[in-house]
Structure formats: C-alpha cells, structure tokens
C-alpha cells in the first residue's frame, strides 16, 4: 500500500515551484532580454555585406586589423541573442546560470550591432576598450565608495560632489606641488571631508539622508565653481595646469597580445582601483570588520544587542568611502583630462549609485556594471569618429538611456541592505 501510495502520488519538488514574484521578474527581465535580441537580429538583416574590419592595436591602421564577413556574423550572433533570451524566458537553463544567458544576450547584442556599424569600414577596437577602462574607472571608485556606505546602512547621494571636490583639490595640488602624488592623496583627503559632513549630519544629527546628499551635491558644485571663478580661471597657468599621471607598463604582463596595453599598461590610479576592488571584496566578506558592517546595515539592534558599536562602525565605513570617491574625483584631472572645469564631473557620481544599485551593492557586481556604462560613454564617440548613421544627439543620449534601461529593465526590484537609509538611535 505504501509503495502504491508513493507511486501515485508525486510531490512536485521545492525547486520546480516558481513564486509569482519571480516568475513577474523572469517575464519582465526576459522580455527586455527578447527585445534586445530581437534588435539585434534586425541589425543583422539591414547589415551591408562585405567586410566589417576592427582595429586590435591603438595608432596601427596598418596591422593588426580583424575582418570579418559582417552581415553573417551579424546574423549569427543575432540567432544566438534570440536563443539566450528564449532559454531565459523559458526556464529552459537553471536560475542559477541565468546571469550567464545575460551576459551572452549582452555579447551577441553588441557584437551585432557593431559588425552593423563597422560594415565597410574600420572600428578601433582597441580605443574602445581602452576608453571604456578610463571612463569606468572614476565609476568604479565612486561604486565602491557607495557600497561600503550603503552596505552599513548609510546612503550616499553624495557621490557626485566628493567626485567634484576631489576633482578640484587634484587639480590645484597637482598644479602648485608638481606631484601627482600629492595631489591623490589631497584629493582622497578632501573626499573623507566630504564624508564626514555625510557621517555627522547622517548619523549623529539623523538628517534625511537623501536630502543631505542632495545637499551635498549641491555645496560641492556651488563652492568648486566659485573658487574656479574666482582664482583658477583667472591664473590657470599657476593654479589649473596639473600635472598628469604618466602610464606604467607591468614587465611581461603588458606585452600580452591586445589586453596587455588595455589592462596593463596604465597609470598608477587604475592599478589602485583594481585592488581598490580586490580589497573591499575580501575586507567585507572575509574580515572581522566586514562583518560588523554588513551588521550594522541589516539589523543594527542586533549588532548593538552583541556589542557592536553601531554608529562607529558607519563612521568609519562612510570615511574609508570617502576616500575612494575622492580618489575617483582624481582621475577627472590628474588621471586623464588635465585640467579642471566646472561641473566637469557631469553626472559620473550619480552613475556611479546607478552602478551600485545595478551590482547588487557587491563590488563585484559593481565594477561590472560600471564597465558596461563606461563602454557605453566610450562607444558613442567612436560611433561618431566612425560616421554611423545615427543621429548625435540620440549618440550623446545612449549611455543615459543604457543607464536607465539596466537598473529599471534588467535589475528591476532589488533589496539594498535592510537598514540603510534609517538613523539608528541608541535606546
């Protein structure tokens, strides 16, 4: 009797159940992932044919270029896209190789779409990934700044202006000292500032964080460009000609084919942010201190009910943010364009939260997300340099419209550290 009872009687598995929730996000995220493929099988088939010819080496038009049959591998990549979606939307792939179905549909978009601009002509693949590391590096500071923030409980709005004042105190440090040197470390020092005006007001204070973030921003674009205005527009030989970080090649590892000049042959700031990611990874997820800051931002009670002390622990998260933000804030002036100019920052800091909120606040998750919207900045110039038949303006537009379409699309509902954004009181 029994065996004809467990013969007949099947209990489907835990894992076979779908929650509705879940199931409204996989429609959701496989939808925006169907009709990207989709787009980009359509790129495939208003392809030109002959060849599409990419450039492997910065400055080498004569060798190192890649041709392929454009329009095939247009299609090719376009039929993979729309698989990938389908598998997603379908369940045909467990859940956990979903973020794999991704990053495949993401490859196979962009691979289609740039066989579809480069047919017939030269895309400097390398100036592409090499532009999308300059970009996504200030990214990936100003991310990892907001995870260590944001993952004790504090939000930080206030990315944006640490970026600007560091971005400022780089440039004129770096100006009057003729050290770069110097001038990181003004520029991490003055971000700590910043965070200490975002750690007292946040948590001693209990002012609504959002706001004071927003504040923040505000003070900072306002004061930058008033002593712009006031002294560094008007003697900008003495006081905004900084110097700029020179490039050091790692022996052996950069003259690796192609990535050794993208990835290893940079300046001394990109090598920081590399460990900079490295090193919160590990520090929040393998350390002592770790630990007690992921605590204090899911449940400071509890933290505090053990010994934890609570607002200690967010001070020194959102100081130690502070730090790397100001560090991103550098690389606007020292690490790349020079010089520094009012509001030159532009949105990079709120971009840099879109990153957090899209990585998951991990920062991992992050630096990835920060690469894909500095790849996207870098894409539409180059899309420019090369003559597509896209309008400028909706070009200028692209990595805004990618930003939105990431974390509303593809992230969708999220859930950020339980306690951040509330003021813990001590009872």
């Not at 065996?3 to 489907?12: F, N, Q, S, Y």
């Not at 440090?173 to 991490?188: C, D, E, P, R």
């Not at 192609?258 to 520090?283: D, H, R, S």
Request: charged fraction near 10%; hydrophobic fraction near 55%; include cysteine.
């Amino acid at each position: 009797m029994s065996e004809t009872t467990a013969d007949t009687v099947r209990v489907p598995a835990p894992a076979a159940i779908e929650a509705p929730a879940d199931r409204t996000r996989r429609l959701r995220v496989g939808g925006v992932m169907l009709v990207f493929a989709l787009i980009g099988l359509g790129l495939a088939i208003f392809t030109k044919g002959g060849k599409a010819t990419f450039q492997l080496v910065s400055g080498d038009l004569q060798n190192n270029l890649l041709g392929v049959p454009a329009q095939f591998t247009a299609l090719v990549l376009g039929i993979f896209g729309v698989i990938a979606a389908g598998a997603y939307l379908l369940r045909r792939v467990p859940q956990s190789y979903s973020g794999y179905l991704a990053a495949l549909l993401g490859i196979c978009f962009i691979g289609s779409f740039l066989c579809w601009a480069a047919a017939g002509k030269t895309f400097p693949l390398a100036n592409q990934f090499q532009g999308t590391l300059n970009f996504a590096t200030p990214l990936i500071l100003g991310a990892l700044s907001g995870v260590l923030c944001e993952r004790s409980g504090v939000i930080n709005i206030a990315i944006e202006g640490q970026f600007l004042v560091g971005a400022f105190t780089a440039a004129v440090v770096a100006s009057t000292t003729g050290s770069a040197t110097a001038a990181l470390i003004a520029a991490a020092v003055t971000g700590v500032l910043m965070a200490a005006l975002l750690a007292v007001f946040s948590i001693k204070y209990l002012v609504n964080q959002v706001v004071l973030g927003v504040v923040l921003v505000v003070f900072a674009t306002g004061i930058t460009g008033f002593l712009f205005d006031q002294f560094l527009q008007s003697d900008a030989e003495r006081l905004n000609t900084p110097t700029v970080l020179s490039a050091i090649k790692i022996p052996g590892l950069g003259d690796i084919p192609f990535i050794g000049p993208i990835l290893f042959n940079q300046t001394i700031l990109v090598y920081l942010t590399y460990l900079a990611v490295a090193a919160v990874t590990f520090v929040l997820f393998q350390t002592r201190w770790g630990l007690r800051v992921r605590a204090v931002g899911e449940h400071p009670k509890a933290a505090d009910t053990v010994g934890i002390r609570v607002k200690r622990v967010r001070y020194s998260a959102v100081l130690w943010g502070g730090v790397l933000a100001g560090l991103g804030g550098a690389f606007f002036t020292v690490g790349y364009a020079g010089s520094f100019s009012k509001e030159m920052t532009a949105g990079n800091g709120f971009i840099a939260l879109a990153a957090l909120i899209m990585g998951r606040w991990h920062p991992i998750g992050a630096m990835v997300a920060a690469l894909f919207f500095g790849f996207a900045t870098q894409l539409q110039s180059q899309l420019q340099i090369i003559q597509t038949p896209i309008p400028g303006e909706l070009l200028l537009m692209a990595p805004y419209l990618a930003t939105i379409i990431a974390v509303a699309g593809l992230v969708g509902r999220v859930r950020a550290p339980k306690a951040d954004g509330e003021p813990y009181v001590t009872e």
